[in-house]
């Protein structure tokens, strides 16, 4: 009662015994741009909650998931060593947060992975575009597999072709068209951009990017 009491009185004070004349005119319109500012102050509420979508990042060992997850939490990397198992980091965006669940990317945790798919919004794949041909293959045969797993094929797909910085980097084409994407994710939502813990403006983009297919969808499922 007492904010709904002190605006009144504001208000009684701003406009009381005023009439509108050639002197106090002037005066008028200053005083009302006062209350209108004191009333944008006094009602605003708080800004409204951010969504929050759960992903999962998925890649081998080497990819660079850990540093670019730890980079966009503002986190040093000078210590990074390879995820064991899983970790969850909540990171946070303009318009929305993502829980992300990183798998690790040993062989001896990629046959587990999909224990973890439960409950994922959204996927992010990251691979090492330097790496050499036997383990880009691999990579290759991972991303397909997640692409067509039942938890996975109908959520929005972030790939990441990290270590662009590297000499020995494909660029983003020649990984489109290494991993076959167009013919297999044809009808899927995807996204496939390149990356480097160097440019983190770019990486945060690319996540923007996937923030914008987790809206889309979330608002179809609303509209079922």
């Known amino acids: 009662m007492h904010s709904i009491n002190t ?3 504001f208000h009684s004070r701003l406009f009381s015994g005023l009439q509108v004349s050639g002197d106090n005119s002037q005066k008028l319109s200053r005083n009302y741009m006062d209350y209108l500012c004191f009333r944008t102050l006094c009602c605003k509420g708080p800004p ?5 979508y759960d992903v999962v990042c998925i890649g081998l060992t080497g990819s660079g998931k850990t540093s670019l997850l730890s980079r966009l939490c503002s986190e040093a990397t000078d210590n990074i060593v390879p995820t064991t198992g899983f970790s969850i980091k909540a990171v946070p965006f303009q318009n929305a947060i993502l829980n992300v669940k990183e798998l690790g990317g040993a062989d001896s945790i990629k046959k587990y992975w ?17 790496s050499s041909e036997e383990d880009l293959e691999m990579a290759r045969t991972e991303l397909h597999s997640a692409l067509q797993h039942p938890q996975l094929c ?8 990290n270590h662009q910085d590297k000499p020995a980097a494909r660029s983003v084409q020649e990984i ?9 994710a044809r009808g899927k939502s995807w996204i496939l951009e390149g990356s480097t813990v160097d440019s983190m403006d770019m990486v945060k983009e690319s996540f923007s990017q996937l923030i914008h297919l987790l809206e889309e969808k ?5 509209r079922i």
């Open 218 to 222: 979330d608002h179809e499922i609303g």
């Open 48 to 52: 409204p909650p951010r969504p929050e």
């Open 176 to 184: 489109k068209k290494y991993f076959e994407l167009e013919p297999l």
């Open 7 to 9: 605006s009144v009185s």
């Open 114 to 130: 999909s224990r973890y798919y439960q409950g994922s919004q959204g996927v992010v794949f990251v691979l090492d575009s330097a």
């Open 154 to 161: 109908t959520l929005p797909f972030l790939i990441l072709a």
